[in-house]
């Protein structure tokens, strides 16, 4: 079963569940604006996936909480990822052992097809 993890408004969010649909794939949505994601799974989400590539720095929450002027580390990005599930990019796409962030449509053919 494929987990996608994101907000359905989400413009990414969107075209990847309607890949999804359109290709007659089961899948399941974890909506951050309804539960809260638990630091174990963004802890596992970064060993595999870089924090540059989960980390959303162009999201509206980053502007508007100001922390690019934080100059983060690491360490202090997984901790603002486990508070603000908005600083995550979307949508992250788990299945079997592979997890996918963003939309790329070939990507998505190439994991999922």
Do not use: H
């Amino acid at each position: 079963m494929i987990k996608v993890y994101g907000i359905k408004n989400c413009d990414s969010v969107k075209k990847a569940l309607k890949f999804f649909k359109a290709n007659d794939l089961e899948y399941t949505l974890f909506d951050f604006k309804i539960e809260t994601l638990p630091c174990e799974k963004i802890s596992f989400w970064l060993t595999q996936v870089e924090m540059k590539t989960l980390f959303n720095a162009r999201s509206t929450t980053y502007r508007n909480l100001k922390l690019k002027e934080m100059n983060l580390n690491e360490s202090e990005k997984e901790e603002w990822l486990c508070k603000e599930n908005l600083l995550i990019k979307r949508p992250v796409v788990e299945y079997k052992d592979e997890v996918l962030v963003g939309f790329n449509e070939e990507n998505y053919q190439r994991s999922f097809l």
